[in-house]
Nanobody
Framework: QVQLRESGGGSVQPGGSLRLSCAAS????????INWFRQTSGKPREGVASFYAATGATTYADAVKGRFTISRDAAGNTVYLQLDMVRPEDAAMYYCAASNRGVLDPLDPSEYAYWGPGTQVTVSS
């Protein structure tokens, strides 16, 4: 069974950086895509970044392109989200998610069956 657990959340100043980690158990051989999503109170969960395991190809939401970077370690057990040039609107609960099959829309949360509990990112000066 795939299990995901996020870490690395916290408070960051506008313009600052933060790195989130997702420990992905049983995912190396089972997960086709590993993603980061985020959600703020009262808003739907939105896709942030997607990592396609077979090729390492990445997909980003327009709101984070050029500022966030998704990557995976060589062992395939941890997926990272590097947040740079953070903005106040980036404050949210960030979730790691994985799919064991191909998806039509890499940033659609309904395509993902496995979820971590989330890690909170706050942005304040």
């Amino acid at each position: 069974q795939v299990q995901l657990r996020e870490s690395g959340g916290g408070s960051v100043q506008p313009g600052g950086s933060l790195r989130l980690s997702c420990a992905a158990s049983q995912c190396r051989d089972k997960c086709v895509r590993i993603n980061w999503f985020r959600q703020t109170s009262g808003k739907p969960r939105e896709g942030v970044a997607s990592f396609y395991a077979a090729t390492g190809a990445t997909t980003y939401a327009d709101a984070v392109k050029g500022r966030f970077t998704i990557s995976r370690d060589a062992a395939g057990n941890t997926v990272y989200l590097q947040l740079d040039m953070v903005r106040p609107e980036d404050a949210a609960m960030y979730y790691c998610a994985a799919s064991n099959r191909g998806v039509l829309d890499p940033l659609d949360p309904s395509e993902y069956a496995y979820w971590g509990p989330g890690t909170q990112v706050t942005v304040s000066s």
